[in-house]
Nanobody
Framework: VQLQASGGGLVQPGGSLRLSCAAS????????IAWFRQYPGREREGISC????????YYADSVKGRFTISRDNAENSVSLQMNSLKPEDTAIYYC????????????????WGKGTQVTVSS
């Protein structure tokens, strides 16, 4: 059971990036998938999640209206489309899930992928 986040990079303020979280060893479509980010020296914070029960999506206030989470069941992946990026979005981004529930509870996520660095700078 593994997750792998990809798609990070360097982008100018106002630009866009699309992160992808790919799963191996299990069908990601059965579980809630969350995106977190981590600033240096700080705890990871949950910024977006998509649950399994009804596909409901959740966003932190800091990214609401700019980020969109979605599933690609054919690719067994979840994407995070990030638009109107700001320098304060610079962080390492992680995707996570739990195999013990299908709801978006950030504290319950216990399967983590390696992060991908997003840098927003001119």
């Amino acid at each position: 059971v593994q997750l792998q986040a990809s798609g990070g990079g360097l982008v100018q303020p106002g630009g866009s990036l699309r992160l992808s979280c790919a799963a191996s060893g299990f069908n990601l479509g059965y579980y809630a998938i969350a995106w977190f980010r981590q600033y240096p020296g700080r705890e990871r914070e949950g910024i977006s999640c998509i649950d399994n029960s009804n596909g409901r999506t959740y966003y932190a206030d800091s990214v609401k209206g700019r980020f969109t989470i979605s599933r690609d069941n054919a690719e067994n992946s979840v994407s995070l489309q990030m638009n109107s990026l700001k320098p304060e979005d610079t962080a390492i981004y992680y995707c996570a899930t739990t195999l013990y529930g299908s709801s978006c509870v950030y504290a319950g996520m216990d399967v983590w992928g390696k992060g991908t660095q997003v840098t927003v700078s001119s």
